[in-house]
Each structure stands twice: as structure tokens, then as C-alpha cells.
């Protein structure tokens, strides 16, 4: 070849004959080799340089939330993928030889790349031949956490590439966890945390070597591992794939041949994982805890649900399905919504806090999320009814009063300065002088609102605050305030009876503990107990619902194995006659766990309806509620220890008790106030009335009467003897002019002209 009349390559070689001039000379051929090698060079430093890190695949760095409960127990998960990172530190190191056993077993010596593997690789992927192993472990995870599964020339030029470039700056270690927290092993899981969970059921920390080595052989087939419970064939080379683990790593020198004998293939979790009632009832405390994990921790949703964070929460999973399993048997069973139309709208709510701490342990917010996302234990709001008197109670305490005082407990009460409003009892029943420990236990509505009337509706608000219900600054003026015309939710009165259970030491209810990503901690729970009420006012209260449910309206709620239980009732009315039950309150307390039990009627669209006759059964707190609280504590406490309450002993010397009955005298010995009640009175100093009201005539016929101011008489109370035994069933009532309508013996209230519950943006109770 010549070029310009000079030969730049002699070929064919000028001057040979024949043959000759066709054999390259040992120069040509010595230059054509150097050309290639120099051209080959440079074309593979110009791939090289060509080539960049990519950023990692966003599979990679979005990884899924997980919430468990205060044991450790899985309540659910949210997220793009099911997959979260663990730092290297937390796999065995058993478990990572299982790994390097299974697929690069020289790994912590050779280099990124194989180069026999990969030219295999690269010849059967363009030559359309079966997909073969060969890469290393370096190689994978460039693979899992940067390219894609395809299978092409470029693809496997630039892993090898990427592979060289990412061991110059992550060292042998970082590349091995980055490996084992984006392979993908079956079951929907990717990373070996997620594995160890869906295979075992366990954290990754937790896995044997026989586990390990599962999970190992599960990386070369893992979609076709995942039938292995129901497919022989699969199951008999899963088997076969895992004895090659564990040879491998007798052979790497990490198993002893005694050991290797040693071990059996491990019992694998169910798969697809059964269905149980926690697929209805868990999400209602996943979303609880993301709720207030967004508020504690600053957190989005979206940071939350993608950053790989784990919630740890206070919840007892156990705990959360006797509330359920409890709800089933005494409500949910017995309704029959084709028979009965008002069985079509019950609803019931459930809230647990451990007294002292503030921890929940139970949210039942429905029977079925996925039917109703609404929680109604924590988002929604209703009217307590009587089960608010207990702070009513605790503030007279405080002002000096006792429970052995008298007032007057005829029907009905005229609300002073209010001669049109009227609040009867029960059924318009009149009990005579009564002491307010039988007035506790009848649920009398009359003796609450004049002991509220008395010192002073700002105290009976103060101490319910002091234990943890918000009352606003309107509702604190309103004469019916002491039989809860305010709104609250299960969560918070739960909170606020723990309050006394915990002999007045305040906690707010509290669901989140600490929120973790990748072995952080980025958030812990920092408890604040305040001393809201003397430990003396408290167990003073404790004591008395005690008497509630010993010989009073809440005797339904004691537990079959005869543990301490502290408790009210309560039952709210809905707008109108007084006839219609809107709801039924249980709250009560063992010395270690504090619950609210409700149980209402609303309709689809949230309007509130009455739940007389639901189920074909009378209602009311002590009726409906208290049996509910009962079925589900003695299954929440079952297996613990029975602990009775531990109370600062009552005064041996009692003071003389006060008398509010217009009789000017106290109750004699077959007064309602020896029959039905337990007289324990700590407080040294009865407190003084104030001037007295009159209350008006009484529906049962007798004369009214008030004494002069520094009596110790009634504010007009009628005169005349309790009956003997007085009714604790039911609730009904009149409707008021003017002001609210309030009854029960079971305690039920509702404030004039509007709905007794709200909790939705709209206002009515969800």
C-alpha cells in the first residue's frame, strides 16, 4: 500500500516472489498487535472514563416503615417496597459466610470484577443462553443498587466498570452490607432484614446458621423458592442449594464438619402469611402511630413511610385483639341488623393507658379497618355522661369535702337563677338526703350538680383538667357540667381515670416510644408525670369507685378473678324527651391498666342515633358498658399478677359528716347512705356550704324547704326518706327549657338543643 508514491505498509511484500509476497513479515504482524493493544487501551480507558457512578436506584434508597408494638410484635408496615437496611454489624457473621459460601466464596480476596465470569456472563446473555452465575458479590450489588436487570453487552460493560470504581471508594465491608440490604429473596422482600422476617419471622439478628444458609440459597431462584412449601421438586433443590451452602462453608474453613452434621433445615414461616382479625385491627394502630410520630418527630408521612424508619410503640397486639375478640362476643355477635334496625349503626370504641406512665395499650377504634379508617378511641369525641361525675367528686374533695356528706337527692334540680331549667334523676326518681358516696354509686344527678353548684363549676373543670380532659372556658359555666356535657374521647378519659389509679400523678397518653432508621435513634419518648392531684384526694377517689362497682351502677365490670377494679358508668341522652340513649360509657381501672369503654349509635353519614333495644337488650353503662369492660379486661390482665390497690388507709376517727338533707340532721341507720354505700372518709374538716338554693317543688309530692344560710341543711331539698333500694338500671329523662337535659342513673346528660358529641371536622361524633 503506498501512498504519494511511498509505501507506508509493505503488503503485499514488494520484491517477493510468488507465496512470499503474501506472508506478513514479523514487523507487520509485531506492529498490527501493538496497534490493537494500543487501540484496545485506549478504547477501554475511554469506556472507563465514559462510565459514572449513577445515583442508586430509587428502590434502593426508598425503603418501607415498620410499627411494632412494645414486644417487638410486627403491627404493620407502609411503603414503596418491603425492604430496610441493617448495618453489617447486626448479621452474624455466620450468616454473612452463608452469603460469601453461596456466591463469592473468595470474596475478601479478589478483585471487583471476574473477568472469566463476566466474558461467560456476557457470551451467554448476547448469545441468548441460560443466565449463569460468575459475578461477584461486587458486581450484584452494583447490579441490585444502581442498574437493572437487563440482560445486554452495555449492561454488563458498565457493572464491571461501576464495580471498579465503587471498590476504590467503599471498602470490602460496606460493599458486603449495601449487597446483603438490596438482594432481593422472594416473598416481596428485599434485604436480608426483610428476609429473615418473611421466611422466620424474626429480625435478622436472630437467625441461625441454618437460617442463614436459607436465605443464602434462596438468592439464586428466589421467585421459584417461594412455592417450596407446596412444591416438592422446589422444596427437594431448595434443600439440595442449602447443603451446598453449608459444604461451602466447611470448606471455606467457617463450619466444622461436626457441625456441618450438626444442622437441620430450618422450619420456614407460613406463606402467604394466614389471615387473621389483626389484618382488620393492626392498621388502626399503624396509622395511630404515624399520626404521632409526624407530630413528635417533624417527619412527613412521606419521610416516614420511604426513609426505612422503624416505629417502636407502646401497643400490646395481644392486648388489641381481646378488645376485639371482647367486642365480637358481646356486641358484634348479638346484633341482628335484619331483624333490628337500629343494630345496623352501633359502633364501639376501646382505650387502654397503663396509670404512672401514659403508655396505650389499646386503641379499638372499629371492627374493621379497611370498612372504617376512622379510629373513633382516639380521633373522635363524646359526651362521657355521668362516668364525668368522678371529677366533680375529686374537686369536692379537694375543697375539704367528705363522702359521707348529705345532699339532697330529690328530683328534680332548678338550676339557680334558672327557674325554666329543670335536671331530674333517672326516671324523675327522688332519693331523699343521701350521702355522695351513694349518690356515686346510684349515679344520682341531682346531688352532683348542687355539690357543683356549691363550690363552684370552676373547681369540677380545674380537676378534670388536672387529670387530663379539656374543658373550654364556655362549657366550665354550665350548671350540667358535672354529668359531662363536655366531649372527650376513650384515649383521654382512659388517660385521665389513670390519673387516680396512679394515686394522682398525671401522664398524657402517649403512643410513640422511640422512632429508629437504619440503627439510629432519632427520636425516644421523654416522659413528664405531674403530681395532679395528693396522693391522699386520689386514693380518696379510688376508693370510692371501688364502692361503684362493689354496690353500685358498675357491679357488671368486676373481673372473675376478683382483682381490685375502680370504675363509673355513664350514658348520654340525644336531643329530645330524654328517652333516647345516645351512648354508654364503662371507665375503669385495675391498679396497672386504666380503660374506657363507649359504646353509641351513628349512621353512615354520622348523624348520632339512639341504641335503645339494640341487640334486643336494655342499655345503659352499667347495663351495656360495664360487661364489654369486663369480658375484655379479664383477658387483657390474664396470666398477670393480681395486684389489689394500694391505698393510703382511712381516718379510724371519721369528723362528723355534713348534712344537706332539709331535715338539718345526718342520715339515720336506714338511710340510702348505710344501705348501699362504704363509708370512707379521709378528709379532717367537712366543707362548708354555701348559701342555699331553693330546688322546688319534687315530682314525688313532697314540700320543699330551705334553711338559712350556715345550716347545714339542704338547698331546698325536699324532705322525706329515701327509698330502700333504689333503682341503678336504665336511663331516661325529661328534656329541659332553656338549659340541658340530664338523667340517669347510669348517668345520662346532653346539652340543650344540639348533638351530644362531636370528634369529625363537621362536629358530630365519628
Not at 176 to 203: C, E, H, I, P
Amino acid at each position: 500500500m503506498a501512498l504519494g508514491g511511498n509505501q507506508i505498509i509493505d503488503y503485499p511484500r514488494a520484491g517477493k516472489p510468488g507465496l512470499k509476497r503474501w506472508i506478513p513479515s514479523l514487523r507487520l504482524v509485531g506492529s498490527l498487535i501493538l496497534t490493537f493493544v494500543v487501540l484496545l487501551t485506549g478504547g477501554a480507558w475511554a469506556v472507563y472514563a465514559s462510565v459514572q457512578i449513577p445515583p442508586m436506584n430509587e428502590s434502593v434508597t426508598q425503603q418501607h416503615l415498620t410499627v411494632v408494638d412494645a414486644k417487638g410484635v410486627v403491627l404493620g408496615r407502609r411503603g414503596p417496597e418491603i425492604r430496610q437496611d441493617v448495618p453489617l454489624s447486626q448479621v452474624a457473621a455466620a450468616v454473612q459466610n452463608a452469603f460469601l459460601s453461596a456466591e463469592d466464596r473468595d470474596y475478601w480476596s479478589e478483585s471487583a470484577i471476574s473477568l472469566t465470569g463476566t466474558a461467560r456472563a456476557v457470551v451467554n446473555d448476547v448469545g441468548g443462553g441460560d443466565t449463569q452465575g460468575g459475578s461477584t458479590i461486587t458486581q450484584q450489588y452494583v447490579k441490585n443498587a444502581y442498574l437493572t436487570d437487563e440482560r445486554s453487552l452495555s449492561r454488563k460493560i458498565k457493572e464491571a466498570v461501576i464495580a471498579m470504581k465503587i471498590s476504590d471508594k467503599q471498602s470490602k465491608a460496606e460493599i458486603l452490607q449495601g449487597y446483603l440490604n438490596t438482594v432481593y429473596f422472594g416473598r416481596g422482600a428485599s434485604g436480608v432484614q426483610m428476609a429473615a422476617r418473611a421466611w422466620f419471622g424474626k429480625d435478622v439478628d436472630r437467625l441461625s446458621t441454618a437460617e442463614g444458609a436459607v436465605l443464602a440459597a434462596l438468592v439464586n431462584a428466589p421467585s421459584y423458592f417461594e412455592t417450596a412449601q407446596k412444591d416438592p421438586q422446589a422444596m427437594a433443590k431448595l434443600k439440595g442449594r442449602w447443603n451446598y451452602v453449608l459444604d461451602g462453608m466447611v470448606a471455606m474453613g467457617k463450619l466444622t464438619e461436626a457441625e456441618r452434621d450438626a444442622e437441620q433445615f430450618p422450619t420456614l414461616a407460613p406463606w402467604p402469611r394466614p389471615s387473621s382479625e389483626s389484618d382488620a385491627q393492626y392498621p388502626y394502630l399503624v396509622e395511630a402511630a404515624i399520626a404521632e410520630a409526624q407530630a413528635k418527630t417533624g417527619l412527613t408521612r412521606e419521610q416516614l413511610v420511604t426513609g426505612g424508619y422503624t416505629i417502636k410503640t407502646t401497643f400490646d397486639a395481644k392486648m388489641q385483639d381481646a378488645a376485639a375478640a371482647a367486642v365480637k362476643s358481646q356486641i358484634t355477635d348479638q346484633l341482628d341488623p335484619a331483624k333490628r334496625d337500629v343494630d345496623k349503626y352501633v359502633h364501639t370504641a376501646i382505650a387502654t393507658v397503663v396509670p404512672g406512665d401514659g403508655a396505650v395499650r389499646v386503641l379499638y377504634g372499629g371492627d374493621d379497618y379497611a370498612k372504617q379508617s376512622f379510629n373513633a378511641s382516639w380521633q373522635g369525641t363524646l359526651s362521657p355522661g355521668s362516668s364525668f361525675k368522678t371529677f366533680a367528686l375529686a374537686a369536692y374533695l379537694q375543697a375539704g369535702g367528705s363522702v359521707d356528706d348529705v345532699f339532697d337527692g330529690n328530683s328534680p334540680y332548678r338550676v339557680p337563677g334558672r327557674d325554666n331549667t329543670v335536671i331530674p334523676n333517672e326516671g324523675g326518681r327522688s332519693y331523699g338526703g343521701v350521702s355522695v358516696q351513694y349518690a356515686l354509686n346510684r349515679s344520682i344527678n341531682t346531688v352532683f350538680l348542687e355539690m357543683g353548684q356549691q363550690m363552684g363549676m370552676s373547681k369540677v373543670a380545674d380537676a378534670a383538667r388536672a387529670a387530663g380532659i379539656q374543658v373550654d372556658a364556655a362549657q366550665q359555666d354550665l350548671p350540667s357540667l358535672p354529668l359531662g356535657v363536655t366531649s372527650t374521647s376513650p384515649e383521654q378519659l382512659a388517660g385521665a381515670y389513670a390519673t387516680f389509679a396512679a394515686h394522682g400523678r398525671q401522664a398524657t397518653p402517649y403512643t410513640v416510644t422511640s422512632v429508629v432508621q437504619g440503627g439510629k435513634t432519632v427520636y425516644t419518648h421523654q416522659g413528664r408525670v405531674k403530681q395532679a392531684f395528693t396522693p391522699d384526694i386520689a386514693d380518696q377517689v379510688t376508693r370510692s369507685l371501688q364502692d361503684v362497682v362493689v354496690d353500685g351502677s358498675g357491679a357488671g365490670a368486676a373481673l372473675s378473678d376478683g382483682r381490685d377494679v375502680a370504675g363509673k358508668t355513664g350514658t348520654t341522652d340525644l336531643p329530645g324527651d330524654g328517652t333516647k340513649l345516645g351512648s354508654a360509657w364503662f371507665v375503669g381501672y385495675t391498679p396497672g391498666l386504666s380503660t374506657a369503654v363507649a359504646v353509641w349509635g351513628q349512621t353512615d353519614s354520622g348523624t348520632l342515633t339512639a341504641i335503645n333495644g339494640m341487640a334486643g337488650r336494655t342499655v345503659g353503662g352499667g347495663a351495656l358498658a360495664a360487661p364489654l369492660w369486663s369480658a375484655y379486661m379479664d383477658k387483657a390482665v390474664a396470666g398477670t399478677a393480681v395486684r389489689s390497690f394500694s391505698l393510703a388507709a382511712p381516718s379510724t376517727n371519721p369528723p362528723e359528716s355534713t348534712s344537706r338533707s332539709s331535715s338539718g340532721s345526718t342520715p339515720s341507720e336506714s338511710s340510702p347512705s348505710d344501705q348501699g354505700t362504704t363509708q370512707n372518709p379521709s378528709q379532717g374538716q367537712a366543707w362548708s356550704p354555701s348559701a342555699p338554693q331553693p330546688t322546688g317543688p319534687s315530682p314525688s309530692g313532697g314540700a320543699t324547704s330551705s334553711q338559712p344560710s350556715g345550716t347545714a341543711g339542704s338547698t331546698g331539698a325536699t324532705s322525706g326518706s329515701a327509698p330502700g333500694s333504689p333503682s341503678s338500671s336504665g336511663a331516661t329523662g325529661g328534656s329541659t327549657s332553656g338549659g340541658s337535659s340530664t338523667n340517669g342513673s347510669s348517668g345520662t346528660s346532653s346539652p340543650s338543643g344540639g348533638p351530644v358529641s362531636n370528634g369529625s371536622s363537621s362536629g358530630s361524633h365519628r
